[in-house]
């Protein structure tokens, strides 16, 4: 039986391996300076990805700032504060929200946001992929938070130091690299998200940095790429998903490294 | 930062476990104060979402009525709209994902736990983990040029040729369909499925293993006993993994077909909830359309939520915390 579990292994391990291969097989031969930096333009004409990674920059900086506070601070009162029937429901709505499909996220932001102003945007975009990070930041900080040991908190209070200083300078100090271990791999998570982005961020063919227009985004540009009946755009999606997928995969491996040296 | 907390002469004795152990200062206050504000904020978002979604929903909920889910016509133009096709579309190729991914799933797990070396466990385990770092629009489009091609070439037609005579697997194999769907979801559930299973094994106390095998059972019996065990934790973990091809979106958009229709036949093209909203919910001309689209997500939250919730019960019922965050 050992043999058949290792085989479902080296299966699941070969489909990795086929994908990633594939991926930089295809996508290193339309990689090229030009095509980091041009914006998207007709068949034929060339193009690239330029204002896509800029804009995925920019709506995951927005994101990052909304959603990482907020995970950190809800996944902190759950481990100091969240033992009452409060934080039990607490921790329950965040643990299903995990399992929310991010485009639900993207009708909510729709109606709520795109649907009242009558444009896409890029704050639209942001406020999705942050609501998809709130839960995944929440749930990872408070496994970290309550691995810092009961003795660190008990010692600063019994030096008379108040709760919020207990927190803010010996319990979060202490779970900063696992934290930020979460941060990181939310941020990579929704680095990847195409379906909240696709009528909220919408997409966009230029260069922008503006909050109230649509902003193009690597996911969303691989997408309309992939879709088009042309070979030379296939090439260019291929490309593309060579650079968003170099950027996920070293952002969990760094992570990985930082943590194993961590503890 | 020259507050030093509690007001001087309040004794620490009454030290009962709750919140009057003692009493807080200002600033204290302020930080409890805050911190329960952020956690309530979550529980203000779950409640916006079912509001304003609800609300976009209501003109189509008004107009069809429980009918919105039995109705097999999907015809913008002539403003029908009902929900069976998709939610036909996403039960099956959910049901061919998870029935594909579980045994796979169990079968990492249980050799990553019990049978592999530590040594090749980690970095086997960590390169499991990186099918769930790919993002969903990276497997639609290696789906797309790789996975439906070679279904298509070289393993539909045997398939066909052999059990052709079934009704689902009858037509015209595209390698674009119901099938190629599933699969794709299963690939992609894989990870999370592995990940929970793993760390329920890894609970299952050692003592356990140790009272079998010295009851003289072989590694595979005493692999069994801990499966057994945790076996509601298990179906939690297929569960949750369910829940997660229910509202997969993009790689399913892109390699089923999309065409809004029941056909026994898993070569056949086919549509799920969470693909029609990606595909018509910007070209959604009129009111009555677009609220029939923020339906369909509607019924998708809903049911990924009370999903992810059951499955997470199942989990914690195996008596130990266990986190899926990828």
């Known amino acids: ?263 | 930062m020259d507050n030093t907390g509690r007001q001087d002469g309040q004794p620490l004795e009454d030290a009962s476990p709750r919140n009057s152990r003692r009493r807080f200062s200002s600033s204290d206050k302020i930080y409890r104060f805050l911190l329960t504000a952020c956690a309530a904020l979550i529980i203000v978002v779950v409640l916006a979402m079912i509001a304003v979604i609800g609300q976009g929903s209501w003109l189509s909920i008004k107009e069809f009525g429980f009918g919105f889910l039995f109705g097999q016509t999907w015809d913008p133009i002539k403003g029908e709209f009902g929900a069976l096709p998709f939610i036909y579309g996403t039960v099956v190729s959910s049901v061919i994902a998870v029935v594909i991914a579980a045994p796979l799933s169990i079968g990492v797990a249980v050799f990553l736990v019990e049978q592999a070396p530590r040594s090749l466990a980690r970095p086997i385990a960590f390169l499991v983990e990186m099918l769930a770092a790919i993002p969903s629009v990276v497997y639609g489009l290696w789906a797309i040029f790789v996975l439906a091609p070679f279904l298509r070439q070289v393993v539909f037609p045997p398939l066909q040729a052999s059990l052709g005579w079934l009704p689902f697997f009858k037509g015209t194999p595209t390698g674009i369909g119901m099938f190629t769907g599933g699969l794709i979801l299963a690939i992609m559930i894989t990870p999370i499925i592995t990940a929970v299973v793993r760390d329920i094994l890894e609970a299952v106390p050692v003592t356990q293993r140790e009272a079998a095998l010295a009851l003289g059972a072989t590694k595979w019996e005493t692999s069994r006993i801990v499966l057994a065990n945790a076996a509601s934790g298990i179906a939690g973990a297929v569960i949750l993994g369910l829940g997660r091809a229910i509202g997969e979106t993009m790689a399913v958009t892109m390699i089923i077909g999309n065409r809004p229709q029941i056909s026994a036949s898993l070569f056949d093209p086919a549509y799920t909830i969470a693909s029609v909203i990606a595909n018509e919910f910007t070209e959604a001309t009129g009111d009555l359309y677009l609220s029939a689209l923020v339906e369909m997500g509607l019924i998708l939250f809903v049911v990924t939520f009370i999903v992810t919730a059951l499955a997470k019960l199942l989990i914690l019922s195996v008596g130990r915390k266990t986190q899926h965050t990828a």
């Not at chain 1, 031969?29 to 980091?36: A, E, K, M, R, V």
């Not at chain 1, 485009?103 to 946001?113: C, D, E, N, P, T």
């Not at chain 1, 309550?146 to 100090?173: C, N, Q, Y």
């Open chain 1, 1 to 263: 039986m050992t043999s058949l579990t290792a085989l479902c292994t080296l299966g699941v391990i070969s489909i990795l391996i086929l994908i990633l291969g594939y991926i930089s097989y295809q996508g290193i031969t339309s990689l090229s300076w030009q095509f980091l930096v041009e914006t998207p333009k007709p068949v034929g004409e060339g193009g690239g990805i330029g204002n896509a990674i800029v804009g995925s920059l920019i709506l995951l900086g927005l994101a990052s700032l909304v959603g990482i506070p907020l995970g950190i601070a809800i996944g902190t009162y759950l481990a100091e504060l969240g033992s009452g029937w409060f934080g039990t429901i607490v921790r329950f709505v965040a643990d299903s929200l995990i399992g929310v499909p991010s485009i639900v996220f993207g009708v909510f932001v729709y109606a709520l946001i795109v649907l009242q102003q009558g444009y896409f945007s890029t704050l639209a975009g942001s406020v999705a992929l942050a609501l998809i990070m709130i839960p995944i930041v929440t749930r990872t900080t408070e496994e970290i938070v309550k691995l810092v040991p009961k003795s660190m908190r008990e010692g600063a209070l019994a030096l008379g130091a108040p709760e919020w200083r207990v927190t803010w300078d010996i319990v979060l100090p202490a779970a900063k690299t696992g934290i930020a271990t979460g941060a990181m791999l939310a941020i990579a998570r929704v680095l990847g998200e195409t379906a909240p982005l696709l009528f909220t961020a919408f997409g966009s063919r230029f260069y922008n940095i503006y909050l109230d227009e649509p902003m193009a985004s690597m996911p969303v540009q691989i997408y309309n790429y992939a879709i088009s009946p042309f070979e030379e755009w296939h090439a260019k999606a291929w490309a593309a998903t060579l650079v968003l997928i170099t950027l996920i995969l070293l952002i969990n491996i760094s992570v990985r490294y930082s943590t194993r040296k961590g503890y």
